[in-house]
């Protein structure tokens, strides 16, 4: 965005009533104004080339050419402009927005459903929308978790040097927002089957979403991926994704000697979210100790900074997301400038860091192809 000008938003959505509430919604931000609108595809990439909007907001289910096929041209085109895929609460609309958010979409709202009237539609996307825009285009807003951006100085942006880590670790956690699910799909897939941890993941999004990133994971992953269950022994060869609108935490096991357990709460809404990373980070200090090692992904607000904090009381291991590879440096920015990262690391080699940190476990380290690029 050009300093001192608004953000420029291209509208992109086949439904005239959708493409009229979305103007609304973002024409009630003096930051903002609508560069055009689009009612497909094959229209949106025209007026790219032609109104070089900062942001794309864009429907999944579209005629002509939909959502993700659109964002896999824009991608071959060379446009690197943040997209936020709107999509319903279907099925079949989380499966294609998990997919476009893989393939380098930066985040998606859900289109209003339910509503008594269209000042509440507005009011609900707003509250969603907004702070999505201003995070992914730069606008400084108050943090929160899932819905802004951490605005850090650029003296607090400066990293802190790396400190050695001594413990050893049985369980990895990690925590991840907006541009999870892509950052997920690069780090996940180069854990081998024999990797010797747990893996215990807060990604925030609603629960149909949940599943499907589960789903679309394990087919690509050596280790089993699926959402929690209440009360499933926690064993090294599986990840497990906290299910949509449940906190997911970990409960020593019943007895010596037994696995720790999976626990499901909807508790209270922790940094406006639930899951939240606080609550499995927390747990996870609580049962393992020293035996955590943390990482903090991309994503907006704080979420996960205080059980950063509880997981190095304890003795344990946290590593943060750089800010280049990390589509918003919320979380893992707030980790880092409160001085509680160990390292912070390019999403490209943090499986390799976690390996090494892993393989004190066993008596050969494991071995990584390293993805680079």
């Known amino acids: 965005m050009t300093s001192g000008l608004r953000t ?27 560069a055009g609108t689009a009612a497909d595809g094959e229209s949106a990439l025209s007026a790219i080339e032609t109104q070089h909007p900062d942001l794309v907001l ?15 041209k824009m991608s071959a085109r060379g446009h690197r402009i943040p997209v ?16 476009a958010l893989a393939c380098g979409a930066s985040d998606y709202v859900a289109k209003p459903a339910g509503q008594s009237s269209r000042e509440e539609a507005m009011r609900t996307l707003s509250l969603d929308l907004l702070p999505k825009i201003h995070a992914l285009t730069g606008l400084p807003q108050a943090a929160s978790c899932g819905t802004a951006r951490t605005f850090l100085p650029a003296a607090m942006a ?17 925590g991840v927002s907006t541009g999870g699910p892509a950052a997920l799909d690069i780090l996940l897939p180069n854990l081998p089957a024999n990797f010797p ?49 449940w906190h997911l ?13 999976l626990h499901l709460s909807q508790g209270a809404l922790e940094n406006h979210c639930r899951p939240a990373v606080d609550a499995l980070f927390r747990s996870a200090a609580a049962v393992y100790g020293s035996g955590v090692l943390a990482v903090v992904l991309t994503g907006m607000g704080t979420d996960g900074m205080i059980g950063a904090r509880l997981i190095r009381e304890h003795g344990g291991s946290v590593l943060a997301q750089d ?18 990262a160990h390292k912070v690391i390019p999403l490209n080699f943090m499986a390799s860091e976690i390996l090494r940190l892993a393989s004190r476990t066993h008596a050969e380290p494991l071995e990584l192809r390293e993805r680079v690029g």
């Open 158 to 174: 400066l990293l802190p040097k790396a400190t050695p880590i001594s413990s050893i670790p049985t369980v990895l956690v990690i």
């Open 8 to 34: 420029r938003i291209l509208i992109v959505d086949d439904s005239a009533v959708m493409r009229s509430l979305l103007r609304a919604v973002v024409c009630a931000d003096a930051g903002l104004e609508v």
């Open 84 to 99: 936020i895929m709107c999509s319903s609460l279907t099925q079949r609309g989380a499966k294609v927005t998990i997919e």
């Open 249 to 261: 935490e970990v409960q020593a096991g019943a007895r010596l000697g037994l696995p720790a357990t």
């Open 58 to 72: 864009l429907d999944v289910e579209m005629p002509v050419m939909d959502g993700l096929d659109t964002l896999r």
């Open 323 to 340: 800010q280049a590879s990390s589509t918003v440096w919320g979380m893992p920015g707030a980790v880092t400038t409160a001085g509680l």
């Open 197 to 245: 941890l747990p893996v215990l993941i807060v990604q925030h999004m609603p629960e149909l979403f949940t599943k499907m990133l589960a789903e679309r994971l394990n087919g690509r992953c050596p280790l089993q991926v699926r959402e929690g269950v209440e009360g499933e022994p926690v064993r090294a060869g599986s990840i497990y994704i906290a299910k949509g609108n």
